[in-house]
């Protein structure tokens, strides 16, 4: 997959944390407010059920700005 520099952020996330950028960007929803209702699309299992941990990868405070930046 590729992904473009305006997202590298997500992608080196992932790397760091062995998930995918998605479950990082889904997780990084999730966590800028509790009001905030990501609804993913996917049209394989592993696809969804990656998204569904995402409710599960605590980001730091520091991958947070990291990502707020990008």
Known sequence: MHIGSRY???AEVGAARGVSPQRVCLAWMLAKSPVVIPIPGSSRSAS????????DLE???EELRRLDLS
């Open 8 to 10: 590298s952020a997500f």
């Open 48 to 55: 969804i059920r990656d998204s569904a941990e995402a409710a």
């Open 59 to 61: 980001l730091t405070d």
